[in-house]
Nanobody, 122 residues
C-alpha cells in the first residue's frame, strides 16, 4: 500500500509555471506506476500524464503535450509534474495516483492523494 501527498499548487498568471510534487510513503514506491489527474470545476476527472515504474515510458494528454513534463525520483519516493506555459483552462485540482500496473484510466489507479489546487489567472 502507498500513501500520496501532493504539494506545489497555487495561483499563477497565464504563461507562468508551476511544479507539482507528490510524495509517496512506503518502501516499494519504485514498483508503482504513477499518474497525474485533474478535475476542473464542473468537469470530470481526467488524466494529465502518466509514467511507468522505471520512468521509461510516459504518456500525456493532448492538452499537456509540449507544456507539461512528468518525472519521478525513485530514490526520493517522489513524482513531479512540471507545468509550463500555463493557461486559465489548466485551472483544476490536481491529483497524483499510483498503481502496480500502468494505465491511463481512472479505474486503473488504486491509490490517490488528496489533491492540490492550481489556479491560472488570465
Amino acid at each position: 500500500q502507498v500513501q500520496l501527498v501532493e504539494s506545489g499548487g497555487g495561483l499563477v498568471q497565464a504563461g507562468g509555471s508551476l511544479r507539482l510534487s507528490c510524495a509517496a510513503s512506503g518502501h516499494t514506491f519504485s514498483s508503482y506506476c504513477m499518474g497525474w489527474f485533474r478535475q476542473a470545476p464542473g468537469k470530470e476527472l481526467e488524466l494529465v500524464a502518466a509514467i511507468t515504474w522505471s520512468g521509461g515510458r510516459t504518456h500525456y494528454a493532448d492538452s499537456a503535450k509540449g507544456r507539461f513534463t512528468i518525472s519521478r525520483d525513485n530514490a526520493k519516493n517522489t513524482v513531479n509534474l512540471q507545468m509550463n506555459s500555463l493557461k486559465p483552462e489548466d485551472t483544476a485540482v490536481y491529483y497524483c495516483a499510483a498503481d502496480k500496473t500502468y494505465g491511463l484510466a481512472l479505474s486503473d489507479y488504486a491509490y490517490w492523494g488528496q489533491g492540490t489546487q492550481v489556479t491560472v489567472s488570465s
